[in-house]
């Protein structure tokens, strides 16, 4: 790979994000835990189709049908296990909506735009389809940089 290498932002063997927070806090919506914000139309909709595949995994939990975010959040969130099921669904709700409407009101390059592969402004993940799944790896030492601070982060939260 060239140092110079230019990739177009509407490529869609990309995921380019910026590194920010997000408006609401989030307890239970996995997206709105990272601080990776979209940065293209594609990533934004490949977010989004991935939060619709994780809130249609039905599960059930006492005698109720939860989606998969509420799934997730009471088996690795110490604060949602503590917390009312009904409490937990309806937050799960609100924060959905919440970040539906925060992706929404990104500020997106524009599809024409190029940006270098190696530059440090955005975090770029190289797509690729493996049958029915889509992996995601770092595609510059930044993105590997900050994926394995990330890691260690959870890491060390598990210890």
């Given at each position: 790979m060239a140092d110079d290498e230019i990739i177009n932002v509407d490529d869609i063997n990309y995921a380019i994000y910026t590194i920010g927070e997000w408006k609401n806090n989030y307890e239970i919506n996995q997206i709105?835990?990272?601080k990776e914000i979209p940065a293209?139309?594609?990533?934004?909709?490949h977010v989004k189709s991935s939060m619709e595949e994780i809130r249609n995994a039905k599960f059930s939990s006492s005698d109720k049908e939860i989606n998969g975010f509420v799934a997730l959040a009471i088996h690795?969130?110490?604060?949602?296990?503590d917390m009312d099921l009904d409490e937990v669904i309806k937050l799960e709700?609100?924060?959905?909506?919440?970040?539906?409407?925060?992706?929404d009101d990104l500020e997106l390059l524009d599809d024409g735009e190029t940006i270098p592969l190696?530059?440090?402004?955005?975090?770029?993940?190289?797509?690729?389809?493996?049958?029915?799944?889509?992996?995601?790896?770092?595609a510059n030492s930044f993105t590997v940089d900050y994926y394995n601070n990330e890691l260690k982060k959870i890491e060390d939260a598990l210890d």
């Open positions: 709105g835990l990272s293209t139309k594609n990533t934004l909709s690795l969130n110490p604060k949602v296990q709700e609100t924060e959905y909506q919440n970040i539906l409407n925060e992706l190696n530059g440090e402004d955005f975090l770029i993940y190289k797509l690729k389809k493996d049958c029915h799944v889509t992996t995601s790896t770092p």
